[in-house]
C-alpha cells in the first residue's frame, strides 16, 4: 500500500482526522492510474508521461487513456479510434458542435485525398514528407477526441518541417494546404524547432475541403517559435484541427488562430509545458456570417513549475444562424508552482439571430501559483462609443465598422509580421462589407 502519511495539504489547516488509505489530505486519488504511473517499460507499452495527461495509463498500441472524471487531466486520449465511444452530441466536448455537419469526421474512413501541401521556407529548414512510422509522428501529442484519432488513423504521409537548432529565420515559414475536394481526408504536420532557435510559421488553409487535421509542434529548450494558422477555406469546406504543442525548458510560443472561412471550423489548441520556464500565448480571432459555425477550444497544461500562459480570443458575430464557441481550459496541476496564467475570451454581436457561447474553465491543484484567472464577456456595440464617434460627424455605417476594427485589431497586432497583419486586415475589411454594419 503507498505511504502517504507524508502528505500535507499546502492549502487551509491541517486535519486532525487520519488520512484515508489511498488519499492524500486533499482528497486527491494516488491510484497509479491517476498519478499517471505504470511498470511498463516496452515500446509497446510506454510508461504514461506528459502527452498524455496526469491521469492516464497504457495500453497495447500506445498512449493513454484518462479516468473520465471532472478533471480536465483525465480526458481519454489514444491513437485508436476504437477507443473512443460513437458521438452523440451530449458529451461535454462535443454538446456546441453540429455533428451532422462534420461530413463523416467522425464516423467514416477518410479515404480522401488531402490537401496538398506547398512550404515556402529561408535557407536552413529542412522540409520533408515522410511516412507513418517516421520517430518524429507522436513527438508531441496524442489524439484528445474522436474526429483526431480518425484522422491519426487515417492519414499516409506527413509533412516535417524543422528549425535548426540556434537558427534565427529572417523571413517566416509559409505553409500553404489547398484542398481540391470535398471527399472526408485526413493531414498530418509536424513542426521542429531545435534548441535555440527563432522563427514564424504560417499555415494557410484555403480552396474547399472537408478534412481532420492534426498539428504536431515541438518546442526544445531556449527555442522561440510563432505558429499562425489562418482558416480561409471557401464556404463548402469543413475542418477539424488538433494542434498539440509541446513546450521545453525555457522555451516561448506564441500561436494565433484566424478563422474566417468554411462551412465549420472546429479548431483545438493545447500547450503543455515539457519542462519549468516555459512561456505561451495563444490568440485567436473569428468573424462568422450567416449560418457559419466557427469552434475554438483551448488547453493549457501547467504540469511544470514557474511557467507563464495568456490566452485571449476575440470574435465578431453576423447575420442569422452565425455561430461561435470558445471553451478555455487551464489546468494547473499540483507541482506547478509559480505558475502565473489568464485566459479571456470576448464576442461582438453585430446583427440579430447570431449566437456566442463563451465556457472558461480554470482548475487549480496548488495553491502556490504567482497568479491565475478568467474572463468572458459577450455584447452588443456599445451606445457610448457610437454616440462619440457620431457627435463628431462620422456617419453611424462607419462609426460601426471602426469599432469593429478596433476591436479586432489588438489579435492583429499580436502577429508582428506586417504582411500578415496586412493580409488579415484586409480579410476583415471584407468581412464588415458583406453586411451593413
Not at 472524471?69 to 454538446?95: I, M, P, Q, V
Not at 484542398?179 to 504560417?202: M, P, R
Not at 521545453?248 to 483545438?268: E, M, P, Q, Y
Not at 439571430?353 to 497568479?371: H, Y
Request: with cysteine; net charge negative; glycine share 10%.
Amino acid at each position: 500500500m503507498t505511504d502517504i502519511t507524508t502528505e500535507k495539504a499546502r492549502i487551509g489547516a491541517p486535519s486532525a482526522q487520519p488520512f484515508i488509505d489511498g488519499f492524500t489530505e486533499e482528497g486527491e486519488n494516488l491510484s497509479p492510474v491517476n498519478t499517471g504511473t505504470n511498470t511498463s517499460t516496452t515500446s509497446e507499452q510506454p510508461s504514461a508521461g506528459p502527452l498524455a495527461g496526469a491521469s492516464a495509463k497504457s495500453h497495447s498500441h500506445g498512449g493513454g487513456v484518462g479516468v473520465p472524471d471532472s478533471s480536465r487531466a483525465g480526458r481519454l486520449t489514444s491513437y485508436n479510434l476504437e477507443d473512443f465511444k460513437a458521438l452523440t452530441g451530449l458529451e461535454e466536448d462535443w454538446r456546441f458542435t453540429p455533428l451532422r455537419r462534420l461530413r463523416g469526421l467522425h464516423s467514416d474512413a477518410l479515404t480522401g485525398a488531402a490537401p496538398a501541401v506547398s512550404v515556402s521556407a529561408p535557407a536552413g529548414v529542412t522540409v520533408e514528407t515522410v511516412g507513418r512510422d517516421d520517430h518524429r509522428i507522436g513527438s508531441a501529442g496524442i489524439p484528445e477526441d474522436r474526429v483526431s484519432a480518425n484522422a491519426w488513423g487515417g492519414f499516409k504521409e506527413a509533412t516535417v518541417i524543422t528549425v535548426p537548432s540556434e537558427t534565427s529565420l529572417e523571413s517566416e515559414i509559409t505553409v500553404t494546404l489547398t484542398g481540391a475536394g470535398t471527399d472526408a481526408a485526413a493531414q498530418h504536420i509536424v513542426v521542429v524547432a531545435e534548441k535555440f532557435s527563432k522563427g514564424v510559421l504560417v499555415l494557410g488553409h484555403e480552396g474547399s475541403a472537408v478534412v481532420s487535421e492534426n498539428v504536431e509542434i515541438v518546442l526544445e529548450d531556449g527555442a522561440e517559435l510563432t505558429v499562425v494558422s489562418l482558416q480561409e477555406w471557401n464556404d463548402d469546406s469543413v475542418h477539424a484541427s488538433s494542434q498539440q504543442a509541446k513546450i521545453g525548458r525555457d522555451a516561448k510560443f506564441k500561436h494565433i488562430v484566424v478563422s474566417l472561412g468554411g462551412d465549420l471550423v472546429r479548431v483545438t489548441p493545447t500547450a503543455r509545458f515539457a519542462a519549468p520556464g516555459g512561456e505561451v500565448e495563444l490568440f485567436g480571432l473569428y468573424f462568422a456570417d450567416a449560418g457559419q459555425h466557427l469552434e475554438h477550444r483551448t488547453f493549457v497544461d501547467h504540469g511544470q513549475a514557474n511557467c507563464v500562459s495568456n490566452v485571449l480570443y476575440k470574435g465578431a458575430l453576423q447575420g442569422k444562424g452565425a455561430h461561435t464557441v470558445w471553451v478555455g481550459d487551464v489546468l494547473i496541476q499540483k507541482n506547478a508552482e509559480g505558475t502565473d496564467s489568464y485566459e479571456k475570451n470576448q464576442n461582438l454581436v453585430l446583427t440579430d439571430g447570431c449566437r456566442a457561447d463563451s465556457v472558461p474553465n480554470l482548475e487549480i491543484e496548488t495553491g502556490l501559483i504567482a497568479g491565475a484567472g478568467h474572463a468572458s464577456a459577450t455584447g452588443r456595440f456599445d451606445d457610448e462609443h457610437l454616440f462619440y464617434l457620431m457627435a463628431r460627424g462620422i456617419p453611424e455605417e462607419v462609426a460601426r465598422r471602426l469599432v469593429v476594427r478596433g476591436f479586432l485589431n489588438e489579435i492583429i497586432q499580436k502577429i508582428n509580421v506586417p504582411a500578415i497583419e496586412d493580409r488579415l486586415t484586409d480579410a476583415v475589411e471584407r468581412e464588415l462589407a458583406a453586411t451593413e454594419n
